[in-house]
């Protein structure tokens, strides 16, 4: 049986991937899409896919400045 605070403290002692900021652009990201309001870059076609929803969001993110893993 594993203890709770055993689990805390991995918990802890990871580094987070996202910052607050991307987190932000993300949401706002996912509710214009699904208002039908999120557009795609050059060619600004209506965006209804999440995944891309997601991935505009954390280019926001990146080019804002927040903290966000780099690209692959």
Known sequence: MVKT???L???KTMATKY????GEKV???MHE?????????????KV???KQ???IGLSE???AGGKVAEKK
Do not use: C, F, Y
Request: glycine share 8%.
């Open 9 to 11: 403290k991995k918990l």
């Open 48 to 50: 209804t896919n999440p």
């Open 61 to 63: 993110a990146r080019k």
């Open 33 to 45: 899409m699904k208002e039908g309001e999120l557009e795609s870059g050059r060619s600004h076609k």
């Open 5 to 7: 605070s055993d689990n």
């Open 27 to 29: 949401k706002r990201a």
């Open 53 to 55: 929803a997601i991935a």
């Open 19 to 22: 910052g607050k900021k991307a």
